[in-house]
């Protein structure tokens, strides 16, 4: 299938360190955050969700920290394994709406 | 079905002619959303639906473009007069509104590709 993400800022990392992807945000009223995995060829993926009243929030491997000071997001992934490389993609939905803006991505590529 | 169903999920035209993209959501979901992603760029929103409300259609790049979403459930993105610069993978996703909290969690189709010749 079509590769995503052929021009997009990429992180590369080694099987089994922790990797971190930001994301800075432009609407300091958004109130939802959502985290997406897009793997070549597919539709994106829902990984994790922040709303603004929280600063962080764990899953499995996997945490989002939010900082609304400075309109930024991260996602920090525990022991990065090669079914993680994917394009990642963070989404902010502003109040009073319910339509979700992603950001550009970035592509993560996980070396053995 | 399961998930969000997309069809055609290739579609080659040619410049000039129209086409239509179909999206089929999970069975309950009341938003349905339609995004375009061209080769190494993030998600374009384009329209959203929600219920019996008037859609939001700030996202449409032009007049070319135009959805609807009838009984509530199947979506059709139609694009008119194509032209090579509407070469892009077209995604559907649809997700629940909880009252009070908003949409949560879209789920996403594969999309359908669309290549203007």
């Known amino acids: 299938g079509e590769s995503v993400g052929l021009h997009l800022p990429t992180l590369s990392v080694q099987e089994g360190d922790n990797s971190i992807i930001n994301c800075a945000y432009s609407?300091?009223?958004?109130?939802?955050f959502i985290w997406y995995k897009q793997e070549s060829g597919k539709g994106p993926q829902f990984i994790i969700d922040?709303?603004?009243?929280?600063d962080k929030r764990q899953g499995q491997r996997v945490t989002v920290l939010l900082n609304k000071t400075v309109k930024h997001l991260s996602l920090q992934i525990a022991a990065t394994q090669p079914g993680d490389s994917a394009v990642y993609f963070c989404a902010e939905r502003g109040l009073n709406t319910d339509k979700l803006i992603f950001g550009t991505g970035t592509r993560l590529q996980v070396f053995p | 079905g399961a998930g969000v169903s997309q069809s055609p999920s290739n579609k080659v035209t040619e410049k000039g002619k129209d086409v239509e993209l179909r999206c089929d959501p999970i069975s309950g979901h009341t938003a349905l959303y339609w995004y375009r992603q061209s080769l190494g760029q993030g998600l374009e929103f384009l329209i959203y639906?929600?219920?019996?409300?008037?859609?939001?259609k700030s996202g449409l790049p032009s007049d070319r473009f135009s959805a609807e979403r009838t009984g509530g459930s199947v979506s059709t993105l139609t694009i008119q007069r194509t032209q090579q610069e509407d070469s892009a993978v077209y995604l559907c996703a649809s997700s629940l509104k909880i009252s009070g909290l908003g949409t949560g969690e879209l789920f996403f189709g594969e999309g359908s590709r669309l290549t203007v010749l």
């Open positions: 922040i709303r603004s009243n929280m």
């Open positions: 639906f929600q219920g019996n409300s008037a859609p939001d």
């Open positions: 609407n300091s009223a958004s109130d939802y």
